[in-house]
T-cell receptor
């Protein structure tokens, strides 16, 4: 079946540094990828929709200058948390949309646990 | 605005019991509905996907139903096992935008 690889799975960084998270669709091309964030005991929340070759669409309340998204190829999207602060500590997860008409389906990465000290 | 609610928030059952997880949504204009499993600190595993034109889907011990008109979906787990312990998420797709429920945390005791 389709696989989405997300890396790294866990990262600990100092406040003020930037962290890049990669999301790759390994065996299919994904024109659209999504980035989510989940705080403890809360729902997954959509942060942004990443479209290959164009600017990402951010959800209300998500700072586009802080969460940089690049979708330069059909198999790779990256999320960069710039100047990370402790309040950015969260579980980040990506998903990739495998097109297929009525069989269109989302596949999820395994997530990245970010801890900012 | 679409809202997805899952009841109960947490559930603890002895091994072997059949159980039902509930999901309700406020806007019936959905593309599809999925049930996912989330293990602590890990990503999501898709369990069942029900298209808006379908009424139910089955996979092994799992059966999911969808009633769009009433805005409800249920996930039925037969003969529960300790390995079923996880958080179960109901997710509604409104044409590319996913709305997540807060999940039901299931614990199956041996």
């Amino acid at each position: 079946g389709a696989v989405v690889s997300q890396h790294p799975s866990r990262v600990i960084c100092k406040s003020g540094t930037s962290v890049k998270i990669e999301c790759r669709s390994l065996d299919f091309q994904a024109t659209t990828m999504f980035w989510y964030r989940q705080f403890p005991k809360q729902s997954l929340m959509l942060m942004a929709t990443s479209n290959e070759g164009s600017k990402a669409t951010y959800e209300q309340g998500v700072e586009k200058d802080k969460f940089l998204i690049n979708h330069a190829s059909l198999t790779l999207s990256t999320l960069t948390v710039t100047s990370a602060h402790p309040e950015d500590s969260s579980f980040y997860i990506c998903s990739a949309l495998k097109a297929g008409g009525s069989n269109e389906k989302l596949f999820f990465g395994s997530g990245t646990q970010l801890s900012v000290l | 605005k679409q809202e997805v609610t899952q009841i109960p928030a947490a559930l603890s059952v002895p091994e072997g019991e059949n159980l039902v997880l509930n999901c309700s949504f406020t806007d019936s204009a959905i593309y599809n509905l999925q049930w996912f499993r989330q293990d602590p600190g890990k990503g999501l595993t898709s369990l069942l996907l029900i298209q808006s034109s379908q009424r139910e889907q089955t996979s092994g011990r799992l059966n999911a139903s969808l009633d769009k008109s009433s805005g409800r979906s249920t996930l039925y787990i037969a003969a529960s096992q300790p390995g079923d312990s996880a958080t179960y998420l109901c997710v509604v797709d409104q044409g590319g935008k996913l709305i997540f429920g807060q999940g039901t945390e299931l614990s199956v005791k041996p």
